[in-house]
């Protein structure tokens, strides 16, 4: 996290949304990288987070069902996460029914036909042992290896003939999903504001809070994509 106005801006929307969701009520799901990183030791959490995390405890106390999915950012998650903060954690994604449709609900890291490389790194950095020996690593330490590494990662240096070719191959995917009886198909990840229809149901790229302040919005029949500040007084 930096201390720029726009990261500020883009946290008080943040907060303003999560805020929303606790006076209206509801299920909120986070499909992952809420976190710039995020490692859970012991006894120690990072303060740099302390306003989200503050809104996301008041939104549970407040009634609303919070449910995470995991970020290839923000994986490495132990008991505060899971069950202090949050109802409940699906590290792989969920498969849930709401008001008879059923939804798929990922983060979407690793699922590109291409993406072989990355499957393998991820598993080598969820493997028990490394997170182990990570462990043993002083807190700031730590945290300054991951922050410098996730600074380096820029999602807007892709071509647009990439992004396109990851929106068909991630479409595929989904009308294999809903051949098989999934109605809605929601993942993030890609930093994409999309929202496609397929034949045997909906899929949803979700975007970003960096760029769009984007959320799926289900309302009991329809689902659709929204940006907060735009639209969210219909809600």
């Not at 919070?66 to 699906?90: M, S, Y």
């Not at 959320?215 to 500040?229: M, N």
Request: glycine share 10%; hydrophobic share 35%.
């Amino acid at each position: 996290m930096n201390g720029s106005a726009s990261e500020a801006e883009k946290r008080r929307h943040l907060r303003d949304f999560i805020g929303h969701v606790a006076e209206t009520g509801g299920t909120l799901f986070i499909v992952g990288d809420l976190f710039d990183f995020w490692f859970e030791y012991k006894h120690v959490i990072p303060k740099a987070y302390f306003d989200t995390l503050t809104v996301l405890n008041e939104a549970k106390l407040n009634g609303v069902d919070l449910h995470f999915v995991p970020g290839n950012h923000d994986f490495w998650i132990r008991e505060f996460l899971d069950g202090t903060l949050f109802n409940e954690i699906h590290a792989d994604g969920v498969t849930t029914e709401i008001a008879g449709k059923r939804f798929l609900i990922s983060h979407g890291d690793g699922l590109l036909s291409w993406d072989r490389g990355y499957r393998m790194l991820r598993s080598v950095l969820r493997n028990r042992l490394f997170v182990f020996l990570y462990r043993w690593l002083h807190p700031d330490f730590g945290y300054a290896i991951a922050k410098h590494l996730s600074r380096n990662g820029n999602y807007n240096h892709h071509t647009p003939e990439y992004k396109r070719a990851v929106v068909t191959n991630l479409t595929e995917y989904c009308e294999e999903q809903c051949k098989n009886g999934i109605d809605y198909v929601i993942m993030g990840h890609y930093h994409q504001h999309k929202e496609i229809q397929l034949e045997n149901g909906r899929f949803l790229i979700l975007g970003d809070w960096i760029n769009y302040h984007s959320y799926g919005y289900f309302d009991g029949e329809q689902l659709s994509l929204k940006s907060w500040g735009a639209d969210h007084s219909d809600d």
